[in-house]
């Protein structure tokens, strides 16, 4: 495609020729401070898109994208308009036409608002540092990574069968885990948008196998999943859980009683929109609503409280949903293979998530959140929150290596001498510790999906997206999220005085979480363009919402617990166990027998780690766990553990395990679960 001349007479004419511009790289003369751009779709772009995914070509926000971003700092010069061909970077001779200074902005509602200037300055900092080539602090040594091969057709949906642990419903011949639940109980509990996810992946797969080998009958889709009757009608939400359905994003409660696939699925339907438009992202429905919780009486659930056996099951779940929400929207993410990357085996900066906890295990056992990482957050916070530009303002790049050459050498054996970092520095090492991990911190399996998000019609369906996307990270990989985005919102706290929003946050971040080791030599510039405001934008979502997003919603709590009663149900069926069972029944009830105290309007507590044992408590309407951990504080006074330290468990008949929200009421979880056990223990928050 041939360039398209460059005569700018008035702003008309201006707008117009850069709608033209060309995606040809010598055509592209735009400032990468500024993040003005229009870019067109072309063949390179699409081979882009088959090799990284449609979501890193794209952005996530549709193949036109226009951010804007032209305010300066205060103090700062005066930014160029961004013109074609008139970039001060690109034509230095060019006299740039000033602007008025604008001061930071302090609203936290709009994308519109986002001072990109900020991300593309830290791309300078990130570049001139060294921190996209080669491991800071090392000796030359760089990371390698093993040339991938593109995946093979049927790839995708073998992986994600696998991982949703349903591979055996196309391949009998693969050996059952013992430990992994019978696909029959785990699809007996699907909702309908779930049901269409897998069946699509599973009748796609199977396409693809009759393709390739050509051989033995394979099981068909239509045995394992039973088309829906002529008069059978989908579920119906309940009153007012789609509120938004025919209006814009304005409603602040948020249904976690009702699968996100189905609410979206009913967003769809009432308003025949699939996908985002360009448009939408500067309008209002780009603000930040309040979101909160709808208050559940049987206690909210956060990451942490379900016992390793539960919590597998909730990853397979949410698997399911988090792609049955997407297919709603005509969104087809598929989870990108990481490859074998050679990388370090011990110390701080470039080494393995897992490798850095393990060997952190052993000095403190434990640990969640890297040493490393929690050292660096305190030094910067106590040097003060309200230094100007703290996260923004550089470190000096030579003292910076100097830095981490002596962390590396001097951290583990605590000789090192925090007394000689300045705050700025401690805070480059913090982000240079993200940007150095061999893997993204979001994985590279799911960081499509990330950025996939804004592609989602509304803020809560997106916000909904990242709940569940937050709920699929490895352990260490979401613990160490939140304790940054926990960091990020304590800075932000201070803005009035260190001029850090929340908006100045993201895009000052979203580079450092988003861009890894390595990852700016696989996408060309156009690309990178493409992602600023869309990952600033997701950074932005993670701070705001973190309070909402480390949580399980109900709906797939409530599929754990059906899962775990079917697994019931079939294990009394079996023959062998029935006729087991029926030697002992005189002494024994073939189901587990509700306490004697729960059919009389009492539960009886336990607490074998303390000298008081158990004790009755009457369930009364408004009796809440935290009311009984009061209660039994005050019988023993023997226990020296304070309060926030002791949890009241539910354990057995739905659930394996749960530690309960202290706002839980107990009559009405025990009525949903009768054959709990209520158990008192320490735990380690």
Not at 16 to 44: F, P, W
Not at 195 to 219: D, E, G, I, K, M
Not at 228 to 237: H, I, R, T
């Amino acid at each position: 495609m041939a360039c398209k001349p460059c005569c700018v007479k008035d702003d008309q004419t201006q707008r117009q020729t850069d709608r033209m511009v060309s995606r040809i790289a010598e055509c592209l003369h735009l400032s990468r401070k500024t993040g003005h751009y229009s870019l067109e779709h072309n063949q390179s772009t699409q081979q882009q898109q088959d090799r990284y995914g449609p979501s890193l070509a794209t952005g996530g926000t549709g193949t036109n994208n226009t951010e804007s971003g032209s305010a300066t700092h205060p103090g700062s010069q005066p930014s160029s308009s961004p013109k074609l061909a008139s970039s001060p970077r690109h034509s230095p001779n060019t006299k740039p036409r000033p602007q008025p200074t604008c001061q930071r902005s302090f609203s936290q509602d709009s994308l519109d608002e986002l001072e990109m200037d900020d991300y593309w300055k830290e791309i300078e900092n990130i570049e001139s540092s060294g921190g996209g080539h080669g491991r800071a602090g090392g000796e030359g040594e760089t990371q390698e990574e093993e040339q991938q091969k593109a995946p093979e057709e049927g790839e995708h949906e073998e992986a994600w069968l696998t991982e949703a642990g349903l591979v055996r419903l196309v391949d009998d011949s693969l050996a059952a885990d013992d430990h992994e639940e019978d696909s029959a109980v785990f699809l007996s509990t699907l909702t309908r948008t779930q049901a269409a996810a897998v069946q699509l992946r599973v009748s796609s797969y199977q396409q693809t196998l009759l393709r390739r080998r050509n051989r033995q009958h394979l099981p068909d889709v239509r045995d394992i999943f039973r088309p829906p009757e002529k008069n059978e009608e989908p579920p119906k939400l309940e009153e007012g859980s789609d509120k938004d359905a025919t209006t814009a994003e304005t409603e602040m409660e948020l249904n976690v009683e009702v699968a996100f696939s189905e609410q979206a699925l009913s967003y769809r339907d009432n308003n025949q929109r699939l996908k985002v438009n360009n448009s939408s992202l500067n309008s209002s429905d780009d603000k930040l609503p309040n979101f909160k919780l709808l208050r559940d009486k049987t206690g909210q659930t956060r990451v942490g409280d379900l016992s390793p056996l539960d919590m597998k099951k909730v990853r397979r779940l949410v698997l399911v949903e988090m792609t049955a929400l997407f297919d709603t929207a005509g969104i087809d993410v598929k989870a990108n293979k990481p490859g074998r990357v050679k990388s370090k085996e011990s110390g701080l900066f470039g080494v393995p998530l897992i490798t850095l906890l393990d060997q952190d295990h052993r000095r403190v056992p434990g640990t969640k959140v890297p040493l490393i990482l929690q050292r660096l957050i305190r030094h910067v916070e106590e040097e003060g929150l309200d230094t100007e530009g703290l996260l923004r303002i550089p470190g000096a790049a030579t003292r910076v290596k100097s830095l981490c050459q002596e962390l590396e050498s001097s951290f583990y054996d605590r000789t090192f001498q925090w007394n000689q970092v300045k705050q700025h520095d401690a805070a480059s090492l913090l982000k240079l510790f993200i940007r150095e991990l061999p893997h993204p911190l979001l994985t590279v399996e799911y960081l499509n999906a990330f950025i996939a998000v804004n592609k989602l019609p509304t803020k809560k369906q997106q916000l909904q997206a990242l709940n569940l996307l937050v709920l699929l990270l490895p352990e260490a990989n979401r613990d160490t999220l939140k304790a940054l985005v926990e960091f990020f919102q304590r800075v932000i706290n201070h803005q009035a005085k260190n001029k850090m929003t929340l908006n100045n946050v993201s895009v000052v971040m979203a580079p450092n979480i988003f861009m890894f080791k390595g990852f700016r030599s696989k996408v060309t510039e156009q690309q990178e363009f493409s992602m600023a405001t869309s990952t600033a934008n997701i950074v932005r979502l993670l701070i705001r919402y973190q309070n909402l997003l480390w949580t399980i919603p109900k709906f797939i709590l409530t599929q754990v617990r059906q899962q775990n009663m079917e697994s019931q149900r079939k294990l009394y069926k079996d023959r062998a166990v029935r006729k087991l069972l029926k030697k002992i029944t005189t002494d024994r009830p073939l189901d587990k027998a509700i306490p004697e105290e729960n059919t009389q309007g009492f539960i009886r507590v336990q607490a074998p780690q303390f000298s008081k044992i158990s004790m009755a408590i009457q369930l009364t309407e408004d009796l809440q766990a935290s009311d009984v951990l009061t209660r039994f504080l005050s019988q023993d006074s023997s226990v020296s553990v304070k309060k926030e330290d002791l949890c009241l468990y539910e354990i057995g008949g739905n659930i394996k395990e749960r530690c309960l929200d202290e706002e839980t009421y107990m009559k009405d979880l025990s009525q949903l679960n009768p054959a709990a056990e209520w158990v008192i223990k320490a735990v380690q928050r």
